[in-house]
């Protein structure tokens, strides 16, 4: 029986033996990712006892079982985690991009990038069900990349405010870490807000990374964790970029996250998944096919235009370049895009003849319906035809319209995980004599 392909235009791209290639290591790493799987494979229940890995709670001594998932690994996480512990589960709400039918718990879609009214009323029903939670009962706490937009409870700002700071931060070419330091200090819920909600409950946090290092503290804006970060860190940041007098805010109040190590002596964060696990898989497909397989880095960073141009000039002929991470794009004109396509048509001019650069999205969502490009000489002698200059798509950040018009976007939909952004640059195999 044939697969599915993750890359729902996989058959209109693979016009080239590396293409094919590309896109098979791609997809090798995206079905290693899949959610629900992880789920399934690292919880189980036994009788009274609920284990994660090599860590386990008797639910016999719990009177309720709370669920509660950010993010866009929360929806696949509830229906795997209802298939293990069914009747058990006492109540939940689960926020993600999407939603769907879950028997036990109630299912939102809110809004991302950026948050909305519709992330904020999904928000105050987890409240509501954390305030609730007693001595006695134990939290179940999914979360996962989105987490930071979705898990929307502003502190002293209306949410079109925390809106447009984020979105300037994100066009002034900030990174995840210092985004998600300024969005937990103005906030009720993120940077450990959420477990002192819950106190004293037992809550277990599980924990999909989708930034450069598995910080437990960044992914999501860590709403389970101890947070080392602290109001003069979101302060200078914000001074940094400008960003009061950018967003034309008269003041900006910053409230300081919990720090009292007692309010988290009964959490237990677990870390689920990380892009280690699609890069491996990624590594292992391309080894079959017969490729040399370098994974250069898990921590990818940096403007994306930069990362792009570096990746394509790395591998040698026969060669797969792999890396994970979270680049930047610092917004100089008024095009569409995401990181991925930038960093693809970053990579336009360096990308030799028999050469290939990939970047994919692993959520399926470039910050557009695309989940990313590839540009190889197919692209390049499609927009010679059409007319299109890569320099002046670049200077106007206009990404997603040039891939779309040479026909190199990839289109996945929302895969439901999220472990950062994939990036392959290849050359083809020599021919042998």
């Not at 080239?16 to 919880?43: F, H, N, P, Q, S």
């Not at 994100?170 to 807000?193: C, F, P, W, Y």
Request: with cysteine.
């Amino acid at each position: 029986m044939t697969r599915r392909h993750v890359i729902k235009n996989h058959a209109a791209l693979s016009s080239t033996a590396l293409r094919k290639d590309a896109l098979a290591v791609l997809e090798a790493g995206l079905r290693a990712i899949d959610t629900g799987a992880a789920v399934r494979r690292a919880c189980r229940l036994r009788g009274d006892v609920f284990s994660i890995g090599r860590r386990s709670w008797n639910l016999a001594k719990f009177e309720n079982v709370y669920v509660i998932g950010i993010g866009k690994a929360a929806y696949d996480s509830a229906v795997a985690i209802e298939r293990v512990l069914g009747r058990r589960i006492s109540g939940g709400v689960i926020l993600d991009v999407k939603s769907g039918p879950l028997r036990r718990m109630r299912s939102y879609a809110g809004t991302h990038p950026f948050p909305s009214e519709i992330n904020m009323r999904a928000t105050d029903e987890i409240i509501d069900l954390l305030v609730r939670a007693e001595r006695k009962d134990l939290v179940i706490a999914v979360v996962s990349g989105g987490g930071s937009a979705l898990l929307c409870r502003p502190y002293k700002l209306k949410c079109d405010v925390l809106a447009l700071v984020t979105r300037v931060l994100m066009a002034k070419g900030a990174d995840i870490n210092e985004i998600n330091t300024v969005r937990k200090h103005l906030s009720e819920v993120q940077g450990g807000q959420l477990a002192e909600l819950a106190y004293p409950a037992t809550v277990i946090g599980l924990l999909f990374s989708d930034v450069p290092g598995d910080n437990p503290g960044i992914i999501a804006s860590g709403p389970t964790v101890l947070d080392q970060t602290t109001v003069h860190d979101a302060s200078e940041i914000l001074s940094r970029y400008g960003i009061v007098k950018a967003c034309r805010m008269p003041d900006c109040d910053l409230r300081e996250t919990p720090k009292d190590p007692a309010l988290f002596k009964k959490i237990a964060n677990v870390l689920l998944m990380t892009n280690a696990v699609a890069l491996d898989a990624m590594k292992a497909e391309g080894l079959k096919r017969g490729y040399r397989v370098n994974i250069l880095t898990r921590t990818l960073s940096g403007e994306a235009r930069d990362a792009g141009a570096s990746l394509a000039r790395k591998p040698r002929p026969g060669e797969m370049i792999l890396a994970g991470g979270e680049t930047t794009v610092t917004m100089r004109g008024k095009g569409r895009g995401g990181r991925n396509q930038e960093l693809a048509l970053g990579a336009f001019a360096s990308v030799p003849d028999d050469g290939l650069v990939l970047s994919c999205a692993s959520d399926g969502i470039d910050n557009t319906p695309a989940a990313g490009a590839i540009v190889d000489e197919i692209t390049k002698r499609r927009a010679e035809a059409k007319k299109l200059d890569s320099e002046s798509a670049l200077a106007n950040n206009a990404s997603y319209d040039f891939f779309k018009a040479t026909g190199s976007q990839m289109i996945s939909g929302q895969t439901g995980a999220n472990v950062s952004d994939l990036v392959i640059a290849a050359r083809a195999k020599k021919r042998s004599s």
